[in-house]
């Protein structure tokens, strides 16, 4: 596969939607061989395109921008891996405490203690990311729904959704510390 080299710093060089298709595809690839998940695949694809859009005034060759994207590309794999092992399953978190005597009393206080941290760090979102990752996450949502409740396209709609996880993340990691 021939690799396409689009010079990012003159200005006669395509808009980023051009060029987010130009790499995207490649890219999401790449990221799905290391995250074995196409939606985060995406996410993080999209990450790292636009985080290269955003620094194009660093490259002085148009070589140096695929080596670079994929480089930032790994790197975003890896940290979601790693987020991913810190995460809670949701499915492990009760909407309200088990009336179920079976379960050990630890068990139920660890369990409402996550719950009580995970809905602290939701109230410390906007209200936009709040209502996307209830949408998304516990209601289901498809990206194309969002997207068209938004007025933005689905790419969009998955870089607020990603953003938002990453503010949860954020607000979690603040709670943890």
Do not use: K
């Amino acid at each position: 596969m021939a690799a396409i080299v689009i010079d990012l710093r003159d200005d006669q060089a395509p808009d980023f939607d051009g060029w987010f298709r130009a790499h995207r595809e490649a890219l999401e690839a790449y990221c799905a061989r290391f995250l074995q998940d196409d939606a985060a695949a995406a996410d993080v694809a999209q990450e790292a395109l636009f985080r290269a859009w955003s620094h194009r005034e660093r490259f002085s060759e148009p070589g140096q921008v695929r080596p670079w994207l994929w480089r930032v590309a790994r790197n975003l794999c890896i940290d979601a891996i790693r987020v991913r092992r810190r995460m809670i399953p949701s499915d492990s978190l009760p909407d309200r405490p088990s009336t179920d005597r079976a379960v050990e009393p630890g068990l139920r206080l660890e369990l409402e203690d996550d719950c009580r941290t995970v809905r602290t760090a939701l109230e410390g979102l906007s209200a936009r990311h709040r209502d996307l990752l209830v949408r998304r996450e516990v209601e289901g949502a498809a990206y194309e729904d969002l997207a068209a409740e938004m007025g933005v396209s689905v790419e969009g709609a998955r870089a607020v959704v990603f953003r938002a996880r990453r503010c949860l993340q954020h607000q979690l990691d603040v709670l943890a510390s």
